[in-house]
């Protein structure tokens, strides 16, 4: 498994991943829109040009199997530290159980490491009790509670 | 209570904010050094510069009594709109249980509506039970876990 930055050509692909998701369908984002729309194309040029978010594609021949979002805030906490936030973890269905996910965690752990982050975050919907399992095996602890307030 | 841009002179009084705190205390950062070292003035200019990052204070009478910063997170997900994430909330112990907190997080919840943003997500400890009751009074969900590896 390669896993490198996100290209152009990659957003399908990751937005297919994004909306393959039970929870993600249950919040109206479960299907793919045929042709990628404005704003995705400048969300994605957006975390392109910017040095502190990162869009990241796990690929086995030359196919996307799983994506995640690496944000580094810097912050005045922990002695002006950053942290690192993850988001919009996705492995493919086909493709869960191999452990890819784990590889692609540690990959974003060691990213963080070795930018000298204080910190890696993430929220994690309490119904995926299976991923919270997974990523306290990783060493994350569930200290904390994921607020959220959709607009 | 005027809420604004922290500056360079704000610096000292932010500090002086995130660390009283009983839970940044028990974190081992519960003192403020003499001097703001050259970690903090990095972090400093480095969220001042970004677009995506802003540290706010609150003032009243030329004194610094509150904080938070906002981070601005672009995403492909929920349609391609970005999500506000809230980060180091505190109110000057003197000034709590005068509604100050929910006046700053109402403003910065109307900055992420001006900028179109599709969410506005923060954690909080646990223990912080106050705090969570507070944020779900302003309409936040304790839909996530928070999880949270230090490194």
Not at 75 to 97: C, H, K, M, N
């Amino acid at each position: 498994m390669q896993i490198r930055t996100a290209t152009r050509a990659d957003v399908p692909a990751v937005l297919g991943l994004l909306a393959d998701d039970d929870i993600s369908r249950q919040r109206g984002w479960g299907t793919v829109p045929e042709e990628v729309d404005a704003a995705i194309w400048a969300a994605f040029e957006a975390i392109d040009s910017d040095d502190r978010n990162e869009l990241v594609v796990a690929a086995e021949d030359g196919e996307v199997i799983g994506t995640l979002q690496l944000t580094f805030i810097p912050g005045l906490s922990r002695g002006g530290g950053e942290r690192l936030l993850i988001e919009a973890v996705r492995i493919r269905s086909d493709q869960r159980g191999r452990g890819l996910g784990g590889e692609l965690i540690r990959w974003a752990v060691e990213r963080a490491r070795e930018r000298g982050c204080r910190m890696v975050q993430l929220t994690t919907d309490k119904r995926r009790t299976d991923a919270q399992r997974f990523y306290a095996t990783l060493g994350f602890v569930a200290s904390h509670e994921g607020m959220k307030l959709a607009l």
